[in-house]
């Protein structure tokens, strides 16, 4: 084989590599494309069901709030001397919507993506159970520090909700407003101890339902 004869071929293999290697690498991105498309269309696929279930979510934690607001009322007034309720008053109360929380949160175990949702809707509705434990205590028995338990859970229960919106933003591709900062809504908060921790000492402080 003559100098020219193996140059020849040389070439002949290199290009030869450098073809397969070109239907590898298209092979390689097309599949690829293929995946992200599929992965796409099955987000898609339940996002309409994922914004349904956040949304109910949120509609049963308002409706619960301003249940629990009117109860929280009514215990004012019985602290205020007020010892008898009206029939009017017992039925101007919201009804409790606990049930339709627990259920959203179920929906949201099953189709959230993102688990920032699913945690955060996990201590909203232990916030509630919270917020209904401490009304009921401080009826039955207050205390000095109702008011300060009161508050925590308000606090408490507002950083939850900021936090679920934000990973409700998150799930659904709808991004942040132009211009929030990175965590919107989340507050950057200095606390001695973090947010779970504060939530599981107060709760130790809230006497259980006796059965």
Do not use: C
């Not at 239907?23 to 494309?33: G, S």
């Not at 049963?60 to 009514?74: F, G, I, N, S, Y």
């Not at 993506?113 to 039955?140: F, K, N």
């Amino acid at each position: 084989m003559t100098a020219d004869q193996a140059f020849a071929l040389t070439l002949a293999l290199v290009a030869g590599g450098f073809t397969s290697f070109g239907v590898l690498a298209k092979i390689a991105y097309d599949a690829m494309i293929a995946r992200r498309a599929s992965k796409k269309d099955g987000l898609e696929r339940y996002a309409d069901e994922r914004k349904a279930a956040y949304e109910a979510f949120l509609d049963a934690a308002k409706r619960q709030h301003v249940a629990a607001a009117a109860l929280r009322a009514l215990l004012d007034e019985a602290h205020a001397g007020k010892t008898e309720l009206t029939d009017e008053e017992k039925a101007a109360v919201p009804p409790s919507a606990m049930k339709d929380l627990v259920e959203a949160l179920d929906q949201i175990r099953r189709l959230a993506r993102v688990y920032s949702v699913i945690t955060s809707a996990e201590a909203i509705v232990q916030l509630y159970g919270d917020m209904a434990g401490a009304s009921r205590a401080a009826l039955e028995q207050p205390g000095p520090n109702d008011e300060i338990m009161w508050f925590l859970l308000q606090r408490f229960l507002e950083e939850r909700t900021a936090e679920f919106v934000h990973g409700y933003r998150e799930d659904l591709g709808v991004g942040q407003p132009v211009g929030a900062p990175k965590r919107w809504p989340i507050v950057k908060r200095e606390r001695p101890v973090s947010l779970p921790d504060s939530e599981h000492i107060l709760r130790a402080h809230i006497p259980a339902k006796e059965q």
